[in-house]
């Protein structure tokens, strides 16, 4: 495992090399003595994953290969993220949350508990691309939400508690708690009773 700053390990890391931890942001570069990254008991690392500095994961957390999670980034207990996925910095993801394959997750994102998300799904925070302007606001979505394979969700846009978004939806508004998006634009309707938890 290559480290740089200065990392905290939590107990029975298992790690399946090559993993790189504490890699430095912009603003530590040149520096050996930055914050880097800490890790919970019982953390898997496979092979590939690359974390920066001032990136938490919590107890029982685990990365499938080629993962990226940049800096300042939060995540909760027991939350799995699969193979390819990226993670850009000032991010925040709950706890027992499932992010599959190859999701892309844009700075100042928050992710609530309890969350699904699917293959190839792709979080947006530009609304005006590549301004930058108004400044970059993530999706907020909510405890116990499932967003579907190949899903989109715009800047800003709040998935409700309980609420799903439908495999290959383009979500461009709010999606109230317990309701389902679907289509591209999607449009809300009542939740499949199948999918009530």
């Known amino acids: 495992m290559i480290e740089y700053g200065i990392n905290t390990i939590g107990k029975s890391l298992t790690v399946f090399d090559p993993v790189t931890i504490g890699f430095p942001s912009r603003e530590y570069i040149g520096r050996t003595d930055h914050p880097g990254t800490i890790l919970g008991d019982n953390v898997t690392l496979r092979s590939g994953s ?14 499938g290969h080629n993962v990226l999670i940049r800096e300042k980034t939060m995540i909760g207990n027991e939350t799995s993220i699969g193979t390819g996925t990226i993670i850009e910095g000032n991010c925040t993801i709950g706890s027992n949350v499932s992010i599959q394959s190859m999701a892309f997750i844009p700075t100042n994102t928050i992710i609530g508990d309890h969350v699904f998300i699917g293959p190839h799904v792709t979080l947006t925070n530009d609304r005006y691309p590549p301004s930058g302007k108004p400044r970059l606001e993530g999706p907020v979505i909510g405890d116990y939400a499932a967003i579907g394979a190949a899903a989109v969700i715009l800047p800003g846009v709040s998935i409700g508690r309980g609420a799903a978004v439908a495999a290959g939806s383009v979500v461009t508004h709010d999606v109230p708690a317990g309701m389902m998006a679907v289509g591209s634009p999607a449009r809300i309707r009542p939740l499949p009773e199948e999918m009530k938890r």
């Not at 001032?54 to 685990?62: A, E, K, S, Y």
């Open 50 to 63: 690359i974390l920066y500095a001032d990136v938490t994961l919590g107890d029982r957390c685990n990365t």
